[in-house]
């Protein structure tokens, strides 16, 4: 197990209410969350299907904002943000991964790679080269010009993993990642995550249904009836 | 029917899709049913009016341009026997006081109608006294109630009439009642006078248009007409009283069919726009389809479901094209009656007939069209495999495997389509079937011509826009079993916009050249008409003619007759020219010289025709062309061929001394002046109305007014084929907003995820943009080579064999530019929604889709 992280949180969740309107009645996903993740940190976020996990993934990564409460993110207060900034931090600080990989499909894996670089203003040729070391990375090189549909599923999560790292972001959000694959193949990803994140010091929530995952988990938490409550710390680290 | 409801619940869940796709439907069934309804209503107003005054008559003994000598009655009745018999005296004439209001004018002998009209004497005041009155006294004349109502005026009430510009007052004194509907309608716009009160309203003293008869059929009949025939005056001969329908008929047939080939363009483009529906509607659920063939639903189960999907779809959009037509049809109406009137004859048409063989025939088009496009997508989404749903990208390499392969058959296509160009002949219908073909071969080259295009703009556009222009070009590839339906639809509309506003463009400029070398007289005087182009049948009052010629500043005068003779071919338009060699240069000859063709005219008694005549009825110089006179049937050397734009029947002319040798009439109908030098048109056309102030009304136009006058003609003309044309093209938007729309919005995942990627809105804005923008270009300029192809075909083919006339081609940058401008317009502004709403949606409700 790690260490306390030291110094003030990279997340900070503050009474983070979020509820959706289904016709006449309201229903609450999530109901005065509380928590702070520090830098470095892997956390794990259990509970059952429509616990609200993603929906607290999204609000973390500024896909949206909450009912009530505040959200804080690297010292930005993403509640109170214009969807235009919220915007420009995703593009600088944030790294998804989603369940069904959600790569751009009229993108080859290269371009794929090097959309986040461009959107953050590398040049094309450097982009180039770390897309491509990437690639290798994840054991895709030479599949750069391929387009995404015609790799296997788990390609296409180890492509959407290096995309999610590819611009170093602050945090990478991971949205069951390996819910839409085997078990075995999972696995790999799973490691593959793990090692990139930890290797470069990066800060990561996920999503998970998959006991494989609490086990590389620095922080565990759980979902219930609106609620984020610790359940305790992982035996890795 | 749980198929059948999926399929229909998918269309109700995209309601922007289903909702345009059937208004593209519906208004290309509506363009189709309104020029139906406004030709068939036309034709029907025409056939009642004639029916009005023809009544029961089988046949009719008609005369030479100054109509019959009313003592041929006699000579029939008693020296060959001839009963029943009735002495007609007609002609149109305007209504004082109710602009744009025409009546027939019918002079009847009321002893010799019972046999012919019988409605004519019943109702109210048509007994004994008021015949009295009706025979005796001027002006007297009977309406219909209708008629009466609809002028409101009363018995004893007052009507003013006015005939070749002259005014008369008459004085109704019955109205009329026919018991059946028919001809009650037939009796509309009808107003009936004495034989001798129409002679004097009409100035034709002594003079009849025909005399009726009623042939009975078999041999005692023909045995009749030839004793007939044989005891009639050279000028006059025996016709058919159907004739006179038939060659209206004839009179309009390629104007009919030319509206009608412009119609179905619009249809045409709304199958696309099906065909576009029922694909993207097929791809998109690809997955559930795989899954119901899983369940174990059958391939033919499948096609069926999709082939109800597009019925219901079709009944929809044909039931509003079927509401927007016959609203269509109210104002298509006047524009073709006007037409009518411009060029052909005399029609009042006052309601739309709501034939139901025309809209059963606009709905059977409509649903007939939507299933024929949909029973390609249909077979497509029964070949999917079972279980796991065809891969999007499997899907898209088939489509870009297939473009080389569609290309093939565009060519294959184009080159049918210029055969049967080549080979119909004079046909028409086969002349558009060629047409049709190579619109349907430029088509099916497109999506490989995007292939092109995308490959090569791809580099420019990544440098302009960066990531997403490379990714807007690769993006028309891509999805290209869509866009490249969308592209050739939006491709196939620009493309007939252009190839019409490039004909319409280039045959004005011909009559523009024409007007300035054929108007050569400085001022034109002639008796108004209601008809509104070359009429001429008018006649000018002998004194006006003479106070004329009189006129200071006047030089010279030049002699204008038009009227009306039959000849083998039918009835011809001829005009008997009094000019002087100073006038020559207004003719180009097609064929013969100057030098030849005058001498022949003026003094060798030949005549020159029209290039529209001499097509239509294979004359060339030398050919003898037979024309029946007053001194009976004479055969005219065709001494030249001359360009003329004024009349798609074409016209025959002769001298004017070869008209008085071989016709009685010597009316004038209009008169050409040249000015002495330094005189000012427009002061001598000032001068000559106050000097010319009589009882006729007359025309007076300086050169410039009546060149000005005849272009709003050709204007008026083609502000149908305009009005079509915009319609068509309203369609092919309608259509491209459609296909384009529901292409982006069914990117909503993609562009949510790369709004999560940091994307800004006006990032996602460009890359919309930037495809569609780019899908429209394409289109643009794919439809400039073929608008230029389908221009020439229409001036050099379809119009030669409609009318008859040469025409110029002129290619105007800015038709072309705006037909380019247009497609990118149309394309962005089917991006401009998608764009609009998924750069302010939140990213996160278009990941939780799916």
């Avoid at chain 1, 983070?16 to 928590?35: F, I, P």
């Avoid at chain 2, 149109?92 to 004497?121: C, H, K, N």
């Amino acid at each position: 197990m790690r260490a306390p992280a030291p110094g003030v949180p990279l997340v900070e969740l503050r009474g983070v209410t979020k509820a959706y309107r289904e016709g006449d009645a309201e229903r609450v996903v999530l109901n005065g969350v509380d928590a702070a993740i520090h830098r470095g940190e892997l956390c794990v976020l259990i509970g059952r299907s429509g616990s609200g996990k993603s929906t607290l993934l999204n609000l973390i990564g500024g896909i949206d904002v909450p009912t009530a409460g505040e959200i804080v993110v690297d010292g930005l207060p993403l509640a109170g943000t214009s969807e235009a900034a919220r915007t420009l931090f995703r593009r600088h600080h944030v790294g998804f991964v989603f369940q069904f990989f959600n790569l751009i499909p009229t993108l080859t894996v290269e371009e794929n790679l090097r959309l986040p670089l461009e959107l953050n203003g590398r040049r094309r040729e450097s982009a180039r080269a770390r897309a491509r070391a990437l690639l290798a990375e994840v054991g895709l090189a030479g599949r750069g010009a391929t387009f995404p549909e015609r790799l296997s599923g788990g390609e296409q999560q180890r492509v959407a993993v290096a995309r999610a790292l590819v611009h170093e972001p602050l945090l990478v959000l991971a949205d069951e990642p390996t819910g839409n694959l085997d078990l075995d193949t999972g696995r790999q990803v799973l490691e593959l995550l793990d090692r990139l994140t930890r290797r470069s010091g990066r800060t990561m929530v996920m999503a998970t249904h998959s006991p494989e995952v609490v086990g590389l988990a620095d922080r565990i938490f759980r979902l219930q009836d609106g609620r984020l409550v610790e359940v305790g710390e992982s035996v890795a680290g | 029917m749980t198929l059948l409801r999926a399929s229909v619940r998918h269309l109700v869940r995209h309601p922007w899709q289903a909702g345009l796709s059937v208004l593209g439907i519906a208004l290309g069934v509506a363009v189709v049913v309104s020029v139906d309804l406004a030709s068939a209503s036309a034709r029907r107003a025409f056939g009642l009016a004639a029916e009005g005054v023809t009544g029961r008559a089988t046949h009719q003994v008609v005369g030479g341009p100054a109509g019959l000598d009313e003592r041929v009655v006699p000579q029939l009745a008693r020296e060959i026997g001839v009963h029943p018999l009735a002495p007609v005296v007609e002609a149109w004439v305007g209504v004082e006081g109710a602009p744009g209001r025409t009546l027939q004018l019918l002079g009847v002998d009321p002893f010799s109608e019972a046999p012919f009209r019988p409605y004519l004497g019943r109702g109210a005041g048509t007994g004994t006294r008021v015949l009295g009155t009706f025979v005796t006294e001027p002006g007297a004349v009977l309406l219909s109630r209708e008629t009466a109502a609809e002028l409101r005026v009363g018995i004893s009430g007052t009507l003013v009439l006015r005939a070749a510009g002259r005014t008369h007052p008459v004085r109704v004194v019955g109205l009329i009642e026919p018991d059946d509907a028919r001809s009650r309608q037939a009796l509309r716009g009808l107003v009936v006078a004495d034989l001798a009160t129409a002679q004097e309203l009409l100035d034709r003293p002594g003079r009849l248009s025909h005399v009726d008869l009623v042939v009975p059929a078999g041999a005692g009949g023909e045995r009749l007409l030839a004793r007939v025939r044989a005891a009639l005056p050279p000028g006059a001969e025996v016709v058919p009283a159907a004739a006179r329908s038939e060659f209206v008929g004839e009179l309009t047939r390629a104007f009919d069919v030319n509206l009608t080939a412009l119609s179905f363009l619009a249809l045409l483009v709304g199958l696309f726009l099906a065909y576009n529906t029922m694909t993207f509607s097929v791809v998109q659920r690809r997955a559930t389809i795989g899954m119901l063939r899983a369940l174990g639903v059958t391939r033919a189960e499948i096609v069926a479901a999709v082939l109800a999907e597009a019925l219901v779809l079709g009944l929809v959009a044909t039931s509003l094209g079927l509401v927007l037509g016959v609203a269509l049809a109210g104002g298509l109406v006047r524009l073709v009656t006007r037409t009518i009137n411009d060029l052909y004859f005399v029609v009042v048409v006052r309601e739309l007939t709501l034939s139901p063989a025309v809209l059963a025939k606009g709905a059977a088009l409509g649903i007939g069209a939507t299933l024929l496009a949909a029973i390609v997508p249909a077979a497509e989404a029964s070949a999917a495999p079972p279980g796991a749903a065809i891969q999007r990208v499997v899907l898209e390499a088939r489509a870009r495997r297939a473009a080389p392969r569609a290309a093939l058959a565009g060519l294959a296509m184009l080159a049918t389509g210029a055969l049967l160009v080549g080979v119909a002949g004079r046909s028409l219908v086969w002349s558009y079937a060629g047409l049709f073909a190579i619109v349907l071969g430029a088509a099916l080259l497109t999506p490989l011509a995007m292939v092109g295009a995308a490959w090569a703009v791809a580099p420019p556009l990544g440098w302009l826009l960066g990531l997403p222009g490379r990714m807007a070009a690769r993006g028309v590839v891509a999805r290209l079993s869509r866009t490249g339906v969308a592209v050739a639809a939006l491709m196939v509309a620009v493309a007939a916009t252009v190839g019409v506003g490039l004909m319409i463009r280039s045959f004005r400029a011909t009559v523009v050249r024409w007007l300035e070398t054929s108007l050569v007289a400085d001022v034109y005087v002639s008796a108004p008409t209601l008809r509104g182009g070359r009429g001429g049948e008018s006649t000018l009052d002998p004194a006006v003619i003479a106070r004329v010629r009189a006129a200071p500043g006047v030089e010279a005068v030049g002699t204008y007759r038009g009227v009306r003779v039959t000849s083998p071919f039918g009835p011809t338009q001829l005009v008997a020219l009094g000019i002087g060699p100073r006038s020559y240069r207004q003719f180009r000859f097609l064929a013969g010289s100057g030098e030849t063709v005058w001498p022949a005219f003026q003094d060798g008694g030949a005549a020159i025709v029209s290039e529209p005549y001499a097509y239509r009825h294979g004359l060339a110089v030398g050919s003898a062309l037979r024309l029946r006179t007053d001194r009976g049937e004479r055969a005219f050397p065709v001494a030249g061929v001359f360009a003329d734009y004024g009349s798609d029947q074409g016209v025959v002319m002769v001298s004017r001394r070869t008209y008085e040798a071989n016709w009685d009439d010597r009316g004038v109908s209009s008169l050409g002046l040249v000015l002495a030098p330094g005189a000012d048109p427009e002061a001598t056309v000032a001068a000559l109305r106050v000097r010319s102030g009589g009882d006729q009304d007359l025309l007076i136009r300086s050169n410039r007014a009546l060149r000005e006058a005849s272009l709003e003609i050709f204007d008026r003309t083609f502000a149908i084929t305009a009005v079509l044309r915009v319609l068509a093209t309203a369609v092919a938007v309608i259509g491209v907003l459609s296909a384009l729309m529901a292409l982006q919005l069914e990117r909503a995942r993609e562009l949510g995820v790369l709004r999560v990627q940091g994307f800004t809105p006006r990032e996602v804005w460009r890359l919309v943009l930037a495809e569609t923008g780019l899908l429209g270009g394409i289109a643009g300029v794919l439809a400039v080579p073929v608008g230029i192809g389908l221009a020439l075909v229409l001036i050099h083919v379809i119009n030669r064999r409609a009318f008859g006339w040469s025409i110029e081609t002129t290619l105007p940058g800015e038709v072309l530019l705006q037909a380019v401008g247009l497609a990118i317009v149309a394309a962005l502004l089917a991006g401009a929604y998608p764009a609009w709403r998924m750069a302010r949606t939140p990213p996160a409700p278009a990941l939780r889709e799916e």
